[in-house]
């Protein structure tokens, strides 16, 4: 990838794949839909040489390393996109079950931000999952500073935004750790926090799209979030204090 080349990671949380699964074909084959062109058809060797993958279906459909399916991308180092998915260890709540996790990867360019909606939502019901997120590279070093540490010392998050639960304290699988530019909410997910409330929620309902299985992808700013702009950081802050729930922050 050029050095200079930003990218929009896709992150979604799904129960684990169980027996014959058709979830990872779904998935890949959902997200090659949502990007015009996208062919997911090679993969990687130890020395990172890309390995076509003629025989890709056959090969997810019976292949589930690591609890998930192996490692895809295009060919064109110029717009590169990747995704695999593999089984966490961890639960998304206090004493959960391990999860199927899937991560994707595209440029944050005008092609990228375009599809964006349409990947999180493909990505997101292909694997049925819980809860996902869309998000520029780097947010993720924002939120792991988010969630409280162990010990006495006070905690103070950046950009005054607030403390979260750390998942592996999270209350209940259905409540996202955490808010995103993009935010895929289950249709369980959404009943956990409160959305759609038509009264209090115009603002980011003009922005969500209900997905075909029921559940919400749901955008807080038009431009990808970038929280030096005081605009942006306003409608992240005032989207936690909308859902307490997220994070843990309050259990009903």
């Given at each position: 990838m050029p050095a200079e080349q930003n990218s929009l990671n896709v992150i979604v949380y799904a129960p684990a794949l169980v027996g014959d699964e058709k979830r990872p074909l779904a998935i890949v084959q959902g997200m090659e839909r949502a990007l015009p062109g996208l062919r997911l058809e090679w993969t990687t060797s130890g020395k990172d040489d890309l390995i076509a993958l003629p025989n890709r279906d056959e090969g997810?459909?019976?292949d589930k390393a690591n609890g998930g399916f192996f490692f895809l991308c295009n060919d064109d180092e110029n717009h590169p996109v990747t995704l695999s998915g593999w089984e966490n260890p961890d639960g998304l709540a206090a004493g959960g079950p391990p999860h199927f996790q899937?991560?994707?990867?595209?440029?944050?360019?005008?092609v990228g931000i375009a599809a964006a909606v349409d990947v999180l939502e493909a990505v997101g019901d292909g694997a049925r999952a819980v809860w996902g997120k869309a998000s520029p590279d780097g947010y993720g070093g924002i939120v792991a500073q988010q969630f409280r540490r162990q010990g006495d010392k006070p905690h103070v998050p950046p950009h005054g935004l607030p403390s979260l639960k750390r998942p592996r304290d999270n209350p209940a699988p259905e409540i996202p750790h955490y808010?995103?530019?993009?935010?895929?909410w289950s249709a369980a997910a959404a009943r956990a926090i409160g959305f759609p409330d038509p009264a209090r929620d115009a603002e980011?309902?003009?922005r969500a799209r209900r997905t075909p299985s029921g559940g919400w992808v749901v955008q807080l700013t038009e431009a990808p979030l970038d929280l030096d702009n005081p605009a942006h950081l306003d409608a992240l802050k005032r989207t936690y204090e909308r859902f307490?729930?997220?994070?843990?922050?309050?259990?009903?």
């Open positions: 997810i459909a019976t899937v991560c994707a990867s595209l440029p944050l360019d005008a808010l995103a530019w993009l935010n895929y980011l309902l003009s307490p729930e997220i994070g843990g922050r309050f259990t009903p």
